[in-house]
């Protein structure tokens, strides 16, 4: 069974960079087909898609972070990271990790993490 | 602000049925296959329905989708308690080059 963790500072402070590593247990993230993804939910809001890599290490990203975020892969490890930089309080939110084949179905997800931007 | 609509909020009573709507346009429902994800607060998106109508494994039948033109539809059945969350639809968004999700709706079993 895939198993996804999201792991890092529950705490930034404004202008930092937040970054969270998602660890893969069950299944190999070089495994081709599958998108591993960084999602987003803000207190009290709906669901945002933060970006995606894919087996080869191709990215893509929401346009609307896009020239903030930065997400990366370590294959010996099977983990992906995520680094959002120069954050402000609308970056505080639950993120999750999850994968997605080519169709946008996420179909596993971690448990969340709740990051804090706060002086 | 999502591009993707649903309403609210909706309700009813145990073993009766809930319709909930998804409405987009062309740029993402209209040409895009759309899923549907059950949030209980506190835990993690579960997908309910990929590709507008297929249920992943364990998925009961009491949930199913359909989509039509620009909007989809989740409906459930037979409502139980355990149905409580809130309910959101996804889908690619071309014109974003983006996934995208609805704002989400709130399922109450009376």
């Known amino acids: 069974q895939l198993q996804l963790q999201e792991s890092g500072p529950g705490l930034v402070k404004p202008s930092e960079t937040l970054s969270l590593t998602c660890f893969v247990s069950g299944g190999s993230i070089s495994s081709p087909g599958y998108y591993w993804a960084w999602i987003r939910q803000p207190p009290g809001k709906g669901l945002e898609w933060i970006g995606s890599?894919?087996?080869?290490?191709?990215?893509y990203y929401n346009s609307s972070l896009e020239s903030r975020v930065t997400i990366s892969a370590d294959m010996s490890k099977n983990q992906f990271s995520l680094n959002l930089n120069s954050v402000t309080a609308a970056d505080t939110a639950v993120y999750y990790c999850?994968?997605?084949?080519?169709?946008?179905?996420?179909?596993?997800w971690g448990q969340g993490t709740l990051v804090a931007v706060s002086s | 602000q999502s591009v993707l609509t649903q309403p609210p909020s909706v309700s009813a009573a145990p073993g009766q049925r809930v319709t909930i709507s998804c409405s987009g346009s062309?740029?993402?429902?209209?040409?895009?296959?759309v899923s549907w994800y059950q949030k209980v607060p506190g835990t993690a998106p579960k997908l309910l329905i990929c590709?507008?109508?297929k249920r992943p494994s364990g998925i009961p039948d009491r949930f199913s989708g359909s989509k039509s033109g620009t909007s989809a539809t989740l409906d459930i059945t037979g409502l139980q308690t355990g149905d409580e969350a809130n309910y959101f639809c996804?889908?690619?968004?071309?014109?974003?080059?983006?996934?995208?999700f609805g704002p989400g709706t709130k399922v109450t079993v009376l």
């Open positions: 890599i894919y087996y080869d290490e191709n990215t």
């Open positions: 999850a994968r997605h084949p080519q169709a946008p179905n996420f179909e596993y």
């Open positions: 590709e507008n109508n």
């Open positions: 062309s740029s993402n429902i209209g040409t895009n296959v």
């Open positions: 996804g889908t690619w968004d071309g014109s974003l080059h983006a996934h995208v």
